[in-house]
Structure formats: C-alpha cells, structure tokens
C-alpha cells in the first residue's frame, strides 16, 4: 500500500503532500472574506437580471450565486421541485462493482468500498454534489489522510461564490484570491468539481437557476400585484356619509372611523351619519392565480420534467408528479458517476495501488418498478425450463444483499408435498416409487396418471414396477449400444432406418423379453385376483 516513488499532478509537478492534508478554500489562504449577507433579490428588475446574467455569461458569476441561493429560500415551489430533481439521485445506492473476477480487481473494489463510499465521511458528497444542478457547478474540497495509504478522509461543500472562470477559456475553475484578478489554479486532487451536463456549451451558462431566475422574477411581481388587489377588493369599500351641516371636526371623526373599520372592524360615528359597506362586484383575483399557476408549471417542466404544482386527486397521481422523468434521474446519475470516477476513484487507486489497465466501476442503478409476483413467476417458470439466470441479478431487482459468508439465513419451510423425483427412471420417491416427471420423459404419460395422487400409500402394482425397474440397465446396455454405434455409422435417417432393420434379428432381447414375460404374468395375475 505504500507510495515509495514521487507522485505528480496532472501537471506533471510533483504533488505536495502537505496540501492535501490542509484546507485551502478558507480565508487564511485566499484572503476573501466571505460575504454571506450579500443580497440580490430585494428589488429585483428586468433591467438589474438582465445585467446579472449578462455578468455571469463572461466568468463573473458572483451576483448570479447569490441570486440562485436566494430564490431557493423565497420560492417554495422552486425549492420544491428541485429538491425532488435532487432526491430522485441522492436516494439511489452507490455501488462499486470490480473491473473483473480476478482477487486483485476484487480487493481494488472492496478497498474503496471499505475505506471510502461507506464511511460516514462521504455520506453526504453526493448531496453537496447535486447544488450543481442549480448553479451549474458545485465544488467539494476533500482533505487526505497520506499515512499507509493515500485516501481522502474528509469532504467539505464549498460555496460556489469561493471560484471563479479563466478568463481566456471560462472553463478552467479557479480558487477566487484576493488581488489575483484570473484567480489561482486549484491544486491537484484537492477539489471534487461536479459540473452536470444540463445543455452543451460554457459550464457559467448552465444551471438551472439560469432558466428559472425569468420565472422567480415574473411571479414576484404576480405576487406582488395579486396582494394589492387583495388589500383593495378583498374587502368590502367603506363609505362614510356627513349631512350638509357637518363640519370639518365632524367629517375628520367620519373618515377616522371608516379608516378603524377597515382595521380594527369596530367605529363611532356621530348621530346623522352613516356608515355603508359596500361590496365590490365584477372584480376577480382569479388571473393572478392562473399566472401563479402557469409559472410553477414550466418551473416543474424544466427540473422534473414534468408538468404539475405538486398537487394531485389521489396518491397515484401525487407519486406521479413528485417522481423525476426517468431519464433525467438516469441523466444525472451517470454525470455523478464520471464526476467520482475521474476525480477520486482513480487517483486513489493509482495512490494505493498504481495504475491499472481496467478500474472499478461506480455506478448508481435505478431499480424499475416491477409487479415481483408476476415477474418472479415468469422467472421460475423459464429457470424450470433451464434459462441459466444469475443470482446477483435476483437480488438487484428484488432490492436484496447478496448475503456475506457466514451470516445467518433464512431456509424454506417445510411443505406437507413431497418433491417428484427429477429423473423419469431415478430414484422412487416416497409417495409413489416409479412416478416419473413428464417435463423429461412426455411419453411417460399413462404411467403417470396411473400414479397414486400425492398422499397416498403406495399399491402392490407400484411395488412391483418399482422392483422391475431396478437393474434394467444391465438388461438394456447392449441393446443400446448397438442401436447407438448404428446411429453413429449413419450418415442420414435412411441409413439409420436400414441399419435398425438389419439390427433387430440380431438385437440380445431375449434377456428383456423373459423379464417382460414374467412381470406381464405376474400383473395379469393380480388383476384376476382382483388387485389394484
């Protein structure tokens, strides 16, 4: 396991161990003060999003961040939808599956499994992996423990804000450095950036809060508008009427009480003067309800994939709307798996046990959703029939661990129906000593149904055929032989047929033919008597 020779980056530099064991995304290196209560919402128009997209399309996606985290705290429906589109991968189960059967790629597969994928430590990396979705990228820096072995043994979500783009190519990540205007390239396998292929083109254009920020916007203002129109047809108008004698002390009193009435429901107003509410007719909220609607709808057809606000008649269609398309969860799931296959899964390897020609696999499977009765019915009956069906693969579907050795099992209860025997000439089974299986000897029909049922006591005739039957291959062995060797001379079915036709004067059956005798004598016999 140990690393004697000098290990260089992609780089070709060799890498310093030091660092790996270090935090680097923190002020005491890079000098920037983090910033967590910057806000862009507040405020927000067409004019001031515009710029901000325009900012982050060139590399400075600072305002476009900050953005994206706001409208997961403000919008419920946003925040729904896409923890969903999250949950349908950070659900599913990592596996490691070893490059072939031989021990080696077996304990490589093993070796990761043990000491990375199921460690309390990296139970959460896929989790702060998916915030890319939303932002376009999302960056874990991973701390290495560089004793015996070389493993990360610490993973910690850093806040996008913390990078930034070249700008020569806008695609190369950088650590954002206080006075180092292009920022400082990172250092070799110390950052898991997970970028997801949500469209083609520079990773700063493509998140899907790029898309939903337009939406976030619009029903803001929807919103907005839609409380106004609450607070002014939502309740009846109140109208307060003075006599022509009022004075200016009497009218203040008038107004002052509509105004109370509107808040507290309670006024006075002096004797001669009227209060009237008066409801409002013809008005209606329901277009700002539409609007909201529609909104939530492309918001949920751009994350999930599907159209929907997440309300449903029944828990069908609830499970429905709430389930990512499959093949965007497959989508996302294989992005996840290239993103810890090349920037862990094989540098660790190539740390603890050098390169390799082949690598383990990581992947996440989705299970599809079987009716298992009937599948499991369909499966035995072609097993029974002798599809050669792996066992791993059983277990996959039916969500099930290959049990590890000597761990302790479940066995089958016993059953009151005693098996049939798998051979048509095997061995006799205890209910009926010559029942024979029809799936391998279907001519062996009328002796089957002359079987006793399941259950029975076995007859005089069952013993006496199962007596005949014992030591019939000495009998039939030469017989056989020599209509084999015939059928292996031939080189067509006529030539077979004429062979049979000289064999059959010359054929030993007078061995078979006396037994037969004896057993035809002896059946008939009891059957006079009155035997069954």
């Known amino acids: 396991m140990a690393t004697p020779y000098k290990i260089l980056g992609p780089d070709g530099q060799p890498i310093q161990r030091a660092v790996l064991s270090q935090e680097r995304a923190v002020p005491s290196v890079t000098g920037v003060r983090h910033q967590f209560d910057d806000f862009v919402a507040p405020g927000l128009t067409p004019g001031r999003l515009a710029a901000t997209l325009r900012d982050a399309a060139i590399g400075e996606m600072y305002d476009f961040l900050t953005l994206a985290e706001e409208i997961e705290e403000r919008e419920p429906h946003y925040r729904y939808v896409l923890e969903t589109r999250k949950n349908g991968v950070t659900s599913l189960n990592l596996q490691v599956d070893p490059a072939s059967e031989s021990a080696r790629d077996i304990e490589i597969a093993d070796f990761l499994r043990n000491e990375i994928i199921e460690t309390p430590a990296f139970g959460q990396v896929i989790d702060m992996l998916v915030d890319g979705l939303a932002k376009g990228y999302s960056a874990v820096e991973m701390v290495w423990e560089t004793g015996s072995a070389w493993l990360p043994r610490q993973f910690i979500w850093r806040d996008p804000r913390l990078f930034q783009f070249d700008r020569e190519t806008r695609r190369e990540f950088r650590l954002r450095v206080q006075g180092e205007p292009d920022g400082r390239p990172l250092e070799p396998l110390k950052y898991l950036v997970h970028v997801p292929l949500l469209k083609m083109g520079l990773p700063a254009r493509n998140g899907l809060a790029r898309v939903a920020v337009w939406s976030f916007m619009l029903k803001s203002f929807n919103l907005r508008d839609w409380a106004q129109f609450l607070e002014i047809y939502g309740m009846p108008m109140r109208l307060g009427k003075y006599g022509p004698g009022s004075s200016s002390d009497d009218r203040a009193v008038l107004l002052a009480a509509v105004r109370n009435l ?81 920037q862990m899964i094989r540098p660790v390897v190539d740390l603890n046990f050098g390169p390799q020609k082949l690598y383990p696999r990581v992947h996440m499977p989705i299970p599809e959703r079987k009716d298992l009765q009937v599948w499991s019915d369909a499966v035995g009956q072609l097993v029974d029939r002798g599809l050669e069906v792996e066992q791993s693969q059983i277990y996959d579907v039916l969500g099930l661990k290959e049990p590890d050795n000597g761990a302790k099992l479940l066995k089958p209860g016993k059953s009151d129906i005693k098996a049939t025997p798998p051979s048509p000439i095997g061995e006799a089974s205890a209910i009926s000593p010559y029942r024979l299986d029809p799936r391998q000897c279907p001519s062996c029909g009328p002796a ?72 035809t004598l002896i059946a008939r016999g009891r059957g006079d008597a009155g035997d069954e």
């Open 262 to 342: 509107g808040r507290d429901a309670a006024a006075i107003v002096p004797m001669g003067m009227e209060l009237e509410l008066v409801e409002a007719k013809g008005f209606s909220d329901k277009p700002f309800e539409t609007s909201a609607r529609y909104l939530d709808e492309q918001l949920a057809k751009l994350i999930i994939g599907k159209p929907g606000d997440g309300i449903a008649s029944s828990r069908a269609g609830e499970e429905t709307l709430d389930k990512v398309r499959i093949d965007i969860k497959r989508s996302d799931a294989r992005d996840l798996a290239l993103t810890l296959m090349g």
């Open 448 to 519: 089957r149904l002359a079987a006793d049922a399941p259950g029975d006591e076995a007859s005089e005739a069952d013993l006496q055929i199962a007596e005949a039957l014992e030591g019939w291959e000495p009998t039939m062995a030469p017989i056989v032989a020599a209509i084999r060797a015939a059928a292996d001379e031939a080189d067509s079915y006529e030539a077979f047929q004429a062979s049979l036709d000289r064999l059959a004067p010359g054929l030993p059956v007078k061995r078979l033919a006396r037994r037969l005798g004896i057993e």
